[in-house]
């Protein structure tokens, strides 16, 4: 598969300054006073390596922080009560009003662990339009991933709904997209009674690029206004990464067990080996080509 060329492509994604100018007057007044930065976090264990240092007062940040669901957090940023926010990508790349965080996502290059399609039959049985596929409400990029995969792969789609919390047993469901620590609890489980298909794994074998699932992205006007709280903000969502999967990983996989239940040895493996946090130039071309798919699609 190939990346073709988008001179549209939107500027939140690959203008590599994200800045915007601003006046001495701007810079002078924010020097006076500078409010604390409205951040929001995902609520799921995902982001725990990136979320719990700053939770826990490691890395200093002058902000108040608002925990939710990904979909949440996307309308909120959307409505202007966020100026920072953890987000899927899918939601980033719908506008072109925010610059994302350097250095800083949620990502796989391969199984991801916690993006799976559970199925009563075959993948290509399940492109027939026929079909019930219950997706999860909670992420924009999951069930847009799902989409441009079956159509890319089959031509078709079978019908889709959203739910908050898929169930796969009652008659007349045929498959369920379920994300986050939803698909770590039911794994072991369903996967014994029906076709399991990890997600980041799908896209990693079919494109060769990183799966970009969620990123943190700030309003270029808030930006504008506030450009050393945006540095400074940057910054500390950096060193959190690094003091989550280093100093804090241990604080981190305590965490964890306690909100799922999952043995530690799991815990490990999907943070060290199939969940990704960087943000490399491989990362913004994976990004790139799920956009170039989704407008190919019409889902952008």
Not at 136 to 149: D, G, T, Y
Request: with cysteine.
């Amino acid at each position: 598969m190939t990346i073709a060329s988008n001179t549209g492509t939107s500027q939140a994604v690959f203008n590599s300054n994200c800045g915007i100018r601003t006046s001495p007057e701007t810079v002078v007044t924010q020097a006076l006073v500078t409010p604390k930065t409205r951040i929001g976090q995902i609520s799921f264990i995902n982001s725990l390596p990136i979320v719990l240092p700053l939770q826990q007062g490691e890395v200093a940040i002058h902000a108040d922080t608002t925990l939710e669901a990904p979909s949440r957090l996307n309308r909120l940023i959307s409505e202007g009560a966020l100026d920072v926010s953890a987000m899927s990508s899918f939601g980033f790349l719908s506008r072109n009003d925010l610059a994302y965080i350097p250095d800083v996502s949620i990502s796989c290059s391969g199984p991801v662990g916690s993006v799976l399609l559970f199925s009563k039959h075959s993948l290509e049985d399940l492109a027939n339009g026929q079909r019930l596929v219950i997706a999860s409400a909670q992420s924009a990029s999951s069930v847009n991933l799902f989409k441009i995969l079956m159509l890319e792969q089959f031509g078709t789609l079978p019908t889709l709904a959203a739910d908050i919390n898929p169930e796969i047993d009652p008659e007349g469901i045929d498959a369920v997209l379920v994300i986050g620590d939803r698909a770590l609890e039911v794994d072991t489980a369903w996967s014994t009674r029906y076709l399991r298909i990890d997600m980041g794994d799908w896209w990693w074998r079919t494109c060769n690029l990183p799966m970009v699932f969620g990123l943190w992205a700030a309003r270029m006007d808030w930006i504008g206004k506030y450009p050393k709280a945006y540095a400074t903000t940057s910054d500390a969502l950096r060193q959190s990464k690094f003091i989550g999967l280093s100093t804090a990983f241990e604080a981190v996989l305590d965490e964890a067990e306690q909100r799922t239940g999952l043995a530690r040895s799991r815990l490990q493996h999907y943070y060290k080996s199939q969940l990704n946090f960087d943000l490399t130039p491989k990362h913004l071309e994976g990004l790139k080509l799920f956009q170039t798919l989704a407008k190919k699609h019409g889902l952008l």
